[in-house]
């Protein structure tokens, strides 16, 4: 079993390009299933992610292909088809 918090800390790289998407910042749980949903990604990182009005990136759970003791591995283009 994983916790919530193990997850926020792992870097979240799209395994068709290599590029490091960052790290979760938050997560969207079924309550009623007691599952989780998909995770949710800044969409700019760094100091300019204070002042964009661009959305989050939300993957969906489908997404995640492998999630490692460091990093959680997501199929990106899946979801931006």
């Given at each position: 079993?994983?916790?919530?918090?193990?997850?926020?800390?792992?870097?979240?790289?799209?395994?068709?390009?290599?590029?490091?998407?960052?790290?979760?910042?938050?997560?969207?749980?079924?309550?009623?299933?007691?599952?989780?949903?998909?995770?949710?990604l800044?969409?700019?990182?760094?100091?300019?992610?204070?002042?964009?009005?661009?959305?989050?990136?939300?993957?969906p759970?489908?997404?995640?292909?492998?999630?490692?003791a460091?990093?959680?591995?997501?199929?990106?283009r899946?979801?931006?088809?």
């Amino acid at each position: 079993m994983i916790k919530a918090s193990e997850l926020r800390d792992k870097e979240i790289i799209d395994i068709n390009t290599g590029e490091k998407l960052g790290n979760i910042i938050d997560i969207d749980v079924n309550l009623e299933e007691g599952k989780i949903e998909g995770i949710i990604l800044p969409k700019e990182t760094g100091f300019f992610r204070l002042f964009s009005k661009e959305p989050e990136i939300y993957l969906p759970w489908s997404a995640i292909k492998k999630i490692g003791a460091d990093v959680i591995l997501v199929d990106f283009r899946s979801i931006s088809s």
